[in-house]
């Protein structure tokens, strides 16, 4: 089955306790992509991936680090976790190494938590 | 960067009513996607519409793009419960290149 997966589903941590969260597609995408939902906010893009080695900075960086090592993973850390990175996060991958030109596919999301 | 917006940010309908749904955009883009949420899920894609599209249909969905007003409308005949759920425009970026933005989103409430 075609999907993209996201570990934990759900994490509460502590402020400054670094953690990672996992992405992985099995679709062979090139496009992979991490966003985090706020309420009234939509969806707001924290990096991107056009292909493995390519990342790029979305609209809200700050506090997170990506690496793309493999096509198919796609992981998201957290250096120092802050309160305010408190969010529901979903990792998503594309076709192409554009992420708007095909439809993303979204992972069923990551609640995290810090106190 | 908010690229689209939509509008209104909540709706209520009745089960069978028409459910019209609004998202503008800023500077010109090369497509236009929507995409549903059900409530705290993945995000589920609809229908891309490319900038030299007019209109797509797909089941009960419309959408159409004005490319001179900058918006676009998704229209879902027929609603049902189950399309209760909340709907987001995607566009690309003001500044071009690889970036995805997203509406804050219309929160639509069919009731049976």
């Known amino acids: 089955e075609a999907q993209v997966t996201q570990n934990p589903r759900y994490l509460i941590t502590v402020t400054g306790k670094k953690l990672t969260v996992t992405c992985s597609q099995n679709?062979?995408?090139?496009?992979m992509s991490w966003y985090r939902q706020d309420p009234g906010l939509g969806l707001r893009q924290i990096y991107y991936?056009?292909?493995?080695?390519?990342?790029d900075k979305g609209d809200v960086p700050e506090g997170y680090k990506v690496s793309r090592k493999e096509k198919r993973n796609f992981p998201l850390i957290l250096e120092s976790p802050s309160p305010n990175q408190t969010s529901l996060y979903f990792c998503?991958?594309?076709?192409?190494?554009?992420?708007?030109?095909?439809?993303?596919?979204f992972g069923p999301g990551t609640r995290l938590t810090v106190t | 960067s908010q690229q689209g917006e939509e509008d209104p940010q909540a709706l209520s309908i009745q089960e069978g009513e028409n459910a019209t749904m609004n998202c503008s955009y800023k500077t010109s883009i090369n497509n236009l996607q929507w995409y549903r949420q059900n409530s705290g899920r993945g995000l589920v894609h609809l229908i891309l519409?490319?900038?030299?599209?007019r209109e797509k249909h797909s089941g009960r969905l419309r959408v159409t793009l004005d490319t001179s007003k900058k918006s676009s409308s998704l229209l879902i005949t027929a609603s049902r419960a189950a399309d209760t759920a909340s709907y987001f425009c995607?566009?690309?970026?003001?500044?071009?290149?690889?970036?995805?933005?997203f509406g804050a989103g219309t929160r639509l409430f069919v009731k049976a």
């Open positions: 995607a566009t690309d970026a003001e500044s071009g290149g690889f970036k995805t933005i």
């Open positions: 679709m062979n995408h090139e496009y």
């Open positions: 519409i490319r900038s030299n599209e």
């Open positions: 998503a991958s594309s076709l192409s190494g554009t992420g708007w030109a095909h439809e993303q596919y």
């Open positions: 991936s056009m292909n493995v080695e390519v990342t």
